[in-house]
């Protein structure tokens, strides 16, 4: 059974930086893909950033320029830098894992930024 955990979360004060980190387990696998989403209170899940195993990422929109996600589909670990940090950064930041055609979540770290 794949397990999906995040870690790094917490509270910080707005222009600061967090490392989120995401780890994959309970197999002997690779992962295609690994992402983190978040979601805000009262706001839908959004897409952050993606790594695929040729190490090809994406960004949303939210991130550009800020954050930055490094992943090693060989520990199947994946890391957001989170920089630069606002007060709308607010939110539980959630990892997402592609593996053998299966999406894998976990339970998500809280990210809090203070003004």
């Known amino acids: 059974q794949v397990q999906v955990v995040e870690s790094g979360g917490g509270l910080v004060l707005a222009g600061g930086s967090l490392r989120l980190s995401c780890v994959a387990s309970?197999?002997?696998?690779?992962?295609?893909?690994m992402a983190w989403y978040r979601q805000a209170p009262g706001k839908q899940r959004e897409l952050v950033a993606t790594?695929?195993?040729?190490?090809?990422?994406n960004y949303g929109d939210s991130a550009q320029g800020r954050f930055f996600i490094l992943g090693d589909n060989v520990q199947n670990l994946v890391y957001l830098q989170l920089d630069s940090l606002k007060v709308e950064d607010t939110g539980v930041y959630y990892c997402?894992?592609?593996?053998?055609?299966?999406?894998?979540w976990g339970q998500g770290t809280q990210v809090t930024v203070s003004s």
């Open positions: 997402a894992a592609n593996i053998d055609g299966g999406t894998y």
């Open positions: 309970g197999g002997n696998f690779r992962y295609n893909s």
């Open positions: 790594v695929a195993n040729s190490g090809r990422t």
